[in-house]
């Protein structure tokens, strides 16, 4: 069954320090999709990013950058010189053919930044 | 605009009580989800459905009911039998093949007490 996994519950940094938020997936699947969305505190999940299992080059969007790597099942997400704006749950999810493509979501990280 | 719309934002309900929350789109998507979100529990998945008429048992379906006669909605009822249901609730839509071409998009939640 596939299943994702975010070790952190919760990151504190100040404001400029960069953060890495952790994703490590399962799946048996060959061709997946794998998503970050960011739920500040209004709750709506806004979507981040979408990546399928065959391009594993990594992706820069502003402050924002994606590592994704097959080998060790990981998709972590670094936000470089960290805002206040960034305070938020972050949630790393999974989809594949098995599982009917229905998104599976991590546990999420809590992301609060000090300014 | 097209979204998700779901109502309403926050919904009060005296323990032995159906209540039933709404969750309407515009974008034509085939696929539409109930989650329920817990604290430090992510995104759990109660009922999706595929297909208009057509619905299928989440993780944590017990409790919890769902019809799809539109398209265009997908209401999920909580029923005195869900021995806790006070969460946050999202729902979502997709086109079938979530990640092919696009991600799953989210309604901005309800928020359920028990009183």
Not at chain 2, 99 to 112: C, H, I, K, P
Request: charged share 20%; with cysteine.
């Amino acid at each position: 069954a596939q299943k994702v996994t975010q070790a952190q519950t919760e990151i504190s940094v100040v404001e400029k320090e960069d953060v890495t938020l952790d994703c490590v997936y399962e799946t048996r699947d060959t061709t997946y999709y794998l998503f970050w969305y960011k739920q500040p505190p209004s709750g709506e999940l806004v979507f981040l990013i979408r990546r399928n299992s065959f391009d594993e080059q990594n992706e820069i969007s502003g402050r924002y950058s994606w590592n994704f790597q097959k080998s060790t099942s990981s998709f972590n997400f670094t936000i470089t010189a960290s805002q206040v704006v960034d305070s938020a749950v972050y949630f790393c999810a999974l989809s594949e053919a098995r599982g009917s493509y229905i998104p599976t979501f991590g546990r999420g990280t809590s992301l609060i930044v000090h300014p | 605009d097209g979204g998700i719309t779901q109502s309403p934002k926050y919904l009060f309900r005296k323990e032995g009580q159906n209540v039933t929350l709404s969750c309407e789109q515009n974008l034509n998507h085939d696929a539409m989800y109930w989650y329920r979100q817990d604290p430090g529990q992510g995104l759990r998945l109660i009922y999706y459905s595929q297909i208009v008429n057509d619905f299928q048992k989440g993780d944590i379906a017990e409790g919890y009911s769902v019809s799809r006669e539109k398209k265009e909605s997908f209401p999920l009822t909580v029923t005195s039998a869900q021995k806790n249901p006070t969460a946050f609730y999202l729902c979502a839509s997709s086109p079938f093949f979530v990640g092919v071409n696009t991600e799953a998009f989210f309604g901005q939640g309800t928020r359920l007490t028990v009183v």
